[in-house]
C-alpha cells in the first residue's frame, strides 16, 4: 500500500477502534475486503513480461494486464495504483505492500498456499527460446543443459524436472535473452507470448519453440487476491466477467496481444 493510503487507513484504523467498528464502517469479517472499503487498490506487477506488461515510453507501467486491471478498477470504483517490484517478490508482497498482482501469473498449487485467484483471464504454455543454429527440439535435447529463466517463474520451476539441467535465473526474462544471444546459456524457457516478443526483436538469431513439443502443460493466467479475501475476489471475478461480456477484454486483447 502506498505510504498515503497507510496514513489513511492507519488513521481509519484508530477512529474504528475508537468508534468500535471495522476499516469502512464493515462489520470487520475477514472476508471483508479493506482494498473495496479505502477505495485504492494498490497493485503489484514486474514490468518486464510483454505484451502483459512493460514500461511504457512514459516510464509507467503498461500492457494488457495493466489495462485490464485499470478496466477492473474502474468496474470496482476504486483507484488503480500500480506498483512495479521484481516478480519473486509479489506474492510475499500480497496483503502487506499490494493488494493484489497481475503479471502474466499462472495459478499453482503452491501459490494457493499463500494467495487466492481470481477467474484466469488467459492461457499460456511455457516456449523454449534457443539460438537459430541449435537443434534443441525436445525435452531431451535440454538434458544436461544450462537454461536461462526468470527467478521464480513457472519456467524457472520446469527446469527441476529436466535431468541434469541447470537454471540460470534472472530478475528479467530480456536478460535471459540477452544471454542466450551472446552464448552464456543454451535455451531460455519463457511464457508464449513473452516469447514470441523477444524472438521477434532477435529475429535472425534466436528461434522460439512451442514448449507443447516439450510437453509442457497449459498454464493459466489469473489475478493474485489475499487469501481469504472472498469480497475482493468476488469482485474482481464479477468485474472480469462483465469486460468479457461487454467487450472490452476482446479490445484489449486486440490492443496489445
Ligand atoms: N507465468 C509465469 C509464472 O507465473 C511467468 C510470469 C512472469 O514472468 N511475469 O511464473
Redesign the pocket.
Known amino acids: 500500500m502506498k505510504k498515503l493510503a497507510g496514513l489513511i487507513l492507519s488513521t481509519a484504523m484508530v477512529v474504528s477502534m475508537v468508534s468500535g467498528c471495522g476499516v469502512g464502517g464493515s462489520s470487520g469479517s475477514a472476508s471483508k475486503s479493506q482494498a473495496l472499503s479505502d477505495g485504492v487498490l494498490t497493485v503489484g506487477t514486474?514490468a518486464e513480461?510483454p505484451p502483459f506488461e512493460y514500461v511504457g515510453d512514459d516510464g509507467e507501467p503498461d500492457g494488457f494486464d495493466i489495462a485490464l486491471i485499470k478496466a477492473v478498477g474502474e468496474e470496482l470504483g476504486v483507484k488503480v495504483v500500480v506498483e512495479n517490484m521484481d516478480?519473486d517478490s509479489l506474492v510475499s508482497a500480497i496483503g502487506s505492500k499490494i493488494d493484489v498482482a497481475i503479471?502474466?501469473?499462472?495459478v499453482t498449487e503452491e501459490r494457493k498456499q499463500s494467495v487466492d485467484f481470481s477467474e484466469s483471464y488467459f492461457d499460456?504454455v511455457q516456449h523454449v527460446l534457443v539460438p537459430a543454429g541449435s537443434d534443441i527440439s525436445s525435452k531431451d535435447d535440454l538434458v544436461g543443459k544450462k537454461i536461462g529463466v526468470?527467478l521464480g517463474?513457472?519456467?524457472d520451476f520446469l527446469v527441476e524436472d529436466i535431468e541434469g539441467a541447470t537454471a540460470q535465473q534472472y530478475n528479467k526474462?530480456v536478460d535471459a535473452v540477452n544471454d542466450l544471444v551472446n552464448g552464456r546459456v543454451d535455451a531460455v524457457i519463457v511464457?508464449s507470448n513473452p516469447a514470441g516478443v523477444f524472438a521477434k526483436n532477435f529475429e535472425g538469431a534466436i528461434k522460439d519453440l512451442d514448449g507443447a513439443d516439450f510437453g509442457f502443460e497449459v498454464?493459466n493466467?489469473a489475478i493474485a487476491i489475499p487469501k481469504g479475501d472472498s469480497e475482493l475476489k468476488t469482485a474482481i471475478d464479477n468485474a472480469l466477467k462483465k469486460l468479457k461480456e461487454n467487450g472490452t477484454y476482446d479490445e484489449l486483447v486486440k490492443k496489445y496481444i
Not at 103 to 106: F, S, V
Open positions: 514486474n513480461f516478480f503479471a502474466g501469473m499462472t499460456a526468470q517463474t513457472t519456467g526474462a511464457d498454464e493466467y
